[in-house]
């Protein structure tokens, strides 16, 4: 599991795939993009609670209908974005409960110190894949994640690292300064692009939980 061949693999896929992703799941990401920043304008200092359940409303629609697509392309299958997004519906009602109880999880640990919340998001990196590929009860999902990742926990920090440090590091410089007008559209546009780009990361997880799939167990 070389974190170099992962990225390389993923980027292959990911840019080789690029307009069918986009047509896929960009409208979600666009329209959650306009929720969020219509919330953020309605709830002032409570915006980032209400953000998280707009995040649960949207997430959950395009990255499962994204994982769809990645496990029919592995098997060299092409299903219409209309069959992979009411698939992603259908799930919606235990992936949001499984992306809720992740958040809530990682909130908890990066509240205690950054690093238990970091070692968190990386130990329950493969329970959205185990909840939309195998069936797994969101549970379940958490548990086996848990367990599959076990022994492989830095080949993994580094390709999530490698992908969201730089999004991390955007999201934060395009923050306006304290006091300081935001601009709407560009806020919509910058906030659009880094949300579409994040759904690398869940194509490099893929490859990752692929491959994770072959692999002996280590403990």
Not at 53 to 69: H, R
Not at 98 to 118: D, K, N, Q, R, Y
Not at 186 to 215: E, H
Request: proline share 4%; with cysteine; glycine share 6%.
């Amino acid at each position: 599991m070389n974190a170099f061949h992962v990225l390389r693999d993923a980027w292959f896929f990911f840019s080789h795939n690029l307009l069918a992703i986009a047509r896929l799941c960009l409208p979600l990401v666009v329209l959650e993009a306009v929720v969020q920043q219509w919330v953020s304008a309605q709830t002032g200092s409570e915006a980032a609670v209400y953000g998280i359940l707009v995040g649960l409303l949207f997430y959950p629609l395009y990255t499962a209908a994204l994982i769809l697509f990645l496990d029919a392309r592995s098997r060299g299958e092409a299903p219409a974005s209309r069959d992979l997004l009411a698939a992603s519906l259908r799930l919606w009602p235990s992936f949001a409960l499984l992306a809720g109880l992740s958040t809530l999880a990682i909130m908890l640990g990066a509240s205690l110190f950054v690093l238990p919340g970091l070692w968190l998001m990386i130990k329950l990196a493969f329970a959205e894949y185990l909840l939309v590929l195998r069936g797994l009860s969101p549970i379940k999902a958490l548990h086996e994640s848990f367990e599959i990742t076990s022994g492989y926990f830095w080949q993994i920090l580094t390709c999530v690292l490698c992908v969201m440090l730089p999004l991390w590091l955007l999201a934060w410089v395009s923050q306006p300064a304290e006091g300081a007008q935001a601009d709407v559209l560009l806020s919509l546009l910058l906030d659009s692009a880094n949300g579409f780009l994040q759904l690398f990361a869940t194509v490099v997880l893929f490859r990752l939980f692929m491959l994770r799939a072959t692999l002996p167990s280590v403990e």
